[in-house]
Structure formats: C-alpha cells, structure tokens
C-alpha cells in the first residue's frame, strides 16, 4: 500500500454545483450572462499565444487591478480564482497545527484549504439570523491562530457585514493576526452599511481582500482573482503561489473585463433587480428568508426535509445547491431561468 498523508482520508470533498443536461443551473452562483464581445474578442486575439507560458507575474493585470483599487503593484497578488489565493494566503500564514477562524456555515473552501495546509479549522456557528457571531470569532482567538476569514456577503446565507462591525471585530483581534475580508460577491451588496475591504485594508495593517473576477464579471471558467493584502504578506503569497497558475486568457479577459466595468455593472443591476423580486415572491409564499445581498438567495430548510426540497426542485429541471444539513442556496440567474424556479418552488410546503 503506497503511504499517504494519514489526515487526508479526513478531508472533506469539494461540493462542485451539480450539473444536469437539461437542467437549469442555479447551484454555482454563476453569472447567467455569456461573455461579453469585447471580452471574447480580447480572448480570441490572444488564443493563437498559447503555446507560450503565461507571464508569471501577470504584470499588466496586476497594474491594471492597482489602478483600479487605487492600491500598489506590490499589494497584489493573483491566483487561478481567488480559491487558489486563498489557498495562497493559509499557506504562507499557517503551520502545521495552527489555527484559522471562520463562520460556519461559511464558503466550503475554507475547511478544505485550511485542512490542506494542515492548519486547524476554526468553526464559529453563524448566529440565528444567518450572520456571522463576531464576538465568538474573536473570543476563539488563541497563541496559535494565524488567519480569520470574514465571508461578506456571506456564501451561502446571503448576509452582509457592516463597516461598524468589522471596526469593532478588528478592534478586538490581535494586529499580528491576518483578518481576510472576501468579497467574491461584493459587486452585488447593496447594503447601505456594507463594509468596504479596501477601505479596511487601507486603514489596518492586518486586513487583506480577496476579489475574484469569476462572479460579477463572469469569468468563472477562465479561473482568476486576487488578493490585496500588506506588501510583506503580499510577497509571502507570491512566494507560495502555484507558478503559471493565471494563464494568458484568463489575463487579457480580467483586463478587458475591468475596461467593460460599466457594462458588466447594467447585468449587475438586472441580477440585483431579479433578486429582490425572487425574495419578494419567496416571502410571499411564506418562506423566511435573510435579507440577500449576494447573487443567491437562502432557504434554511430543516435537515429532515432537504433532500425533498431538492427532489421537489430537480424534477421541474432545476438544479440549487442543498447542503445535507442547512438549507438550500439558489443562485439568481436570468428572469427566465428565476421563473422556473419560482415556480418550482411552488409546490414545496416552506419551513
Ligand atoms: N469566496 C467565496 C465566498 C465564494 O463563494 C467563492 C466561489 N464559490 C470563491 C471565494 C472562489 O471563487 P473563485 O475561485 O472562482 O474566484
């Protein structure tokens, strides 16, 4: 028997968002809308270069991010979705044994890349209202704890943490801990008090960000984000980056996507607009759903009763993310596709 790490049979497996021909698939949190020309045309010219190795450094991108943020080159560190820099950022935090903190139920990445670097997963529960406990957060600060993860909006609950909150937490964390604030979904909070991590990141030497271009900027299957985190840290990520990782596509396309951001904004504000009617109609049909501010939205579903949910939703040929225990996370996808599931929907008794 060939020898393998003994920890890895632990491991919990990545959940891709299922895939059904036919179906209509809102379990991934996709953007619904194909590229846009201007983007396609960029990735057309730049596909006869393949043959070639990406630039490693990503330098264009990466100047063309700094200019956007209003942040430095040296601030930036990019990865093949921000799952990779996340990735990134636990291993060049974190030791064997250490620590790293987040909500739960939070992204499903987290345990895995913590699991990974052989790092120790922190779990706080979200509270009743789907949010997540900072206190507690805080409270599981110990001598061993290198990186807390803040989820804002956070996947799969749909909440937002405020500008207020995030204050207070960083307030009671220690300055040599490093606070992530992921945005993937930041382009779709709307929330009047949301938290900017850039702003935080300007203010406290201990904040990163984490952006991604796979979401409001459609770019999912081309696999590119970023961090923007202190110099030092920023470094440190580049050091224990995959080399190559970003390929020559996936750059050009996060360059022309950043050119097309008012554009990419108008199929942001339709997905904003078929959310809150999604909601609206959830509501009305008697489910109690926390106020979304992501491109998805939560049904917390009893344990007993999800995989009737979902059967229920996958025999109308709509597929959405059912946790085993939880819920139920749907992502918003075009009217078209929001009326098929609305009235899927229909026919499921509500929590
Ligand atoms: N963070 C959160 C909260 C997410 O939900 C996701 C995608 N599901 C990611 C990060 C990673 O996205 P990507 O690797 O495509 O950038």
């Not at 921000?82 to 499903?108: C, K, P, T, Y």
């Not at 984000?225 to 440190?236: D, K, L, Q, S």
Request: charged residues 25%.
């Amino acid at each position: 028997m060939i020898k393998q790490r003994s920890s890895l049979e632990q491991l919990p497996l990545y959940v891709p968002g299922k895939k059904m021909p036919h179906a209509i698939k809102l379990s991934a949190n996709e953007n619904p809308y194909p590229p846009l020309d201007s983007v396609l045309e960029t990735v057309r010219e730049a596909a006869p270069g393949f043959h070639l190795y990406p630039d490693m450094g990503a330098v264009d991108l990466i100047a063309r991010i700094a200019q956007r943020l209003e942040v430095r080159p040296e601030e930036i560190s990019v990865g093949a979705g921000s799952i990779e820099v996340l990735g990134q950022i636990i291993n060049a935090s974190a030791d064997e044994g250490d620590e790293v903190i987040f909500a739960w139920r939070s992204f499903e990445a987290y345990p895995i890349l913590t699991q990974v670097a052989g790092a120790k997963p922190v779990m706080i529960p979200l509270t009743a209202d789907e949010r997540h406990d900072l206190p507690a957060m805080a409270a599981a600060v110990t001598d061993r704890t290198r990186v807390i993860l803040l989820c804002t909006p956070n996947n799969p609950t749909g909440t937002s943490l405020s500008t207020e909150e995030i204050e207070g937490f960083l307030a009671s964390v220690p300055s040599d801990v490093l606070v992530v604030i992921d945005e993937a979904y930041v382009h779709f909070n709307t929330d009047e008090n949301a938290a900017s991590g850039i702003d935080f990141f300007r203010r406290y030497d201990n904040v990163a960000v984490l952006h991604t271009f796979s979401k409001a900027y459609g770019l999912a299957g081309l696999r590119v984000g970023y961090a923007v985190a202190p110099e030092r840290i920023a470094a440190n990520l580049r050091r224990v980056a995959m080399p190559f990782a970003v390929n020559t596509l996936a750059q050009v396309a996060a360059i022309a996507s950043l050119d097309a951001e008012p554009e990419l904004q108008k199929r942001v504000d339709t997905l904003v607009g078929e959310r809150a009617r999604v909601t609206a109609e959830l509501r009305s049909m008697g489910w109690s759903i926390p106020e979304p501010y992501g491109n998805f939205v939560w049904l917390r579903v009893e344990t007993a009763r999800i995989p009737e949910v979902d059967a229920a939703l996958l025999e109308k040929g709509v597929v959405t993310r059912a946790y085993p225990s939880d819920g139920v996370r749907v992502t918003i996808g075009s009217p078209e596709m929001n009326d098929t599931f609305l009235e899927a929907i229909r026919a499921v008794t509500p929590e």
